[in-house]
């Protein structure tokens, strides 16, 4: 229930932070001034006895948003990918909150696998393991399937999770609103749009049938992808609150000394990270959307493996296209091209000037592009952009609110494994292909053959529409008809003679 009563759970938030000994180590991380610091102690420490206490064995960072909830834990999740932020010290620190934290019983869980599969899980499994991972709304066993030698990942759902995931949704739709009602200017990023973009994919991971179909449809995908791989799925193991998919076996992205020594190679698994995003992204327009390491291994041929398909994110064609114009004409320096794809798209209010939009997107680019290699960083860029769009009236696009927070998770991963890589490089030759393959000439002409077979399943109406014309004019013969019912039926004609050419067109596609 959404009300003033959240303010306590706001109230207890910054309080756990003080008495956690959070809150010193954020401000440290962010490099805040002495006025925030001092403000930050005057409001937190009269309420610190309201905290949450935490497990004083963890770091307090950790400490705290572990005290406070799974919704806390995501923003956890994102920040352990950006040691370029929040410093390697704390990013190291948090990405214990990606599959280290701490386990409810295996007997729950066995329960709970019991409940959803309808079978006692001694029936279904030779072995059932404790926890190998545990993360903030699920853990996952390894298991070894029954009279077979196949061994499988279960993943399933943490008790009462979905109450507890509501109470934070909640008190950040309160915070949401009081942050309009507080600041005017802050309604064009649409807090309350973005954290009900928020809640429906935190709540779609509540249910683990739709988490299967998601990894099913990402398999399918991927299938033919060099150097990625997609677990199976398991179906007939898996239900709303428990999904079954076969084991990946690899090392952990997130350990480089172990990849080091595994032999893999750092810099080309940080430019694949990248690459594959993009292409799953732009060619797909369907993408893993919560690419830390924690979700990531690596095969012991150099594969790259994702599991936990909880978050995916989901872009049309047009979308898409928009997105790597963009990214292109940054690429290319080109301006003006993107300043004109931001008003074609009517992300920009047609009133705004274009050249002074362009010139406003040069003063992001260039400082960018002069920067060192390892310094460049689309963190940056779309931070800078983000100042930029706001002074001409740009509101907050929450259809691309996941696809920008994943290409900073995917950045900081990629910067994680090689700190001096150049994601403009990288990521070129994935953007020019879309290019050419989306806006180039031959694109246009699959868009013209997919037109004309939405104009095809009309042709067998052609008659009727045509004998329906004929039997208007000749009901009323007096009125003066608008067009002629031959050009009407002329105009017919045309379209029957592209129903043919819309079935030859398709079919070079």
Known sequence: MRGPHNIWRLVRTGATLERTGAMGVVLDAMDAPASLRIAARILGWPFKWLGLKGDPSMPPATRALTALGPAYIKFGQVLSTRPDLVGEDLAWQLRVLQDKLPPFSTEIAKQSVAEELGTPVDALFDEFSPPVAAASIAQVHKAKLAGTDDQVAIKVLRPKVERALQKDIDAFYFAASMIELLSPSSRRLRPHDVIE???????????????????????????????FQVPKVRWQLSGRRVMTLDWAEGTPLGDNAALDAAGHDRVRLGEKVLQVFLSHALRDGFFHADMHQGNLKVAAN????????????DIDEYTRRVYAEILYGFIKRDYRRVAEVHFEAGYVPADRDVEEFARALRAVGEPIFGMDASNISMGNLLSYLFEVTERFGMETRTELILLQRTMVVVEGVARSLDQHINIWQVA???????????????????????TLQVVARFGPQLPQLAEAALVRQAQDPVSKPTSSPWRNIG???LGAALVGVGAAVASLF
């Open 428 to 450: 070129r030759p994935i953007v020019e292909d879309y290019i050419k393959q989306s806006i180039g000439p031959r694109a246009l002409l699959r868009d013209l053959g997919r």
């Open 302 to 313: 150099g594969d790259l493996i994702a599991y936990d398909f909880g978050i995916m994110g």
């Open 197 to 227: 973009h928020f809640e429906r994919l935190v709540l779609s991971e509540l249910d683990l049938r739709l988490e299967s179909a998601s990894a099913s449809e990402f398999a399918a995908n991927t299938a033919d992808d060099s150097a």
């Open 491 to 493: 105009f017919m004609a």
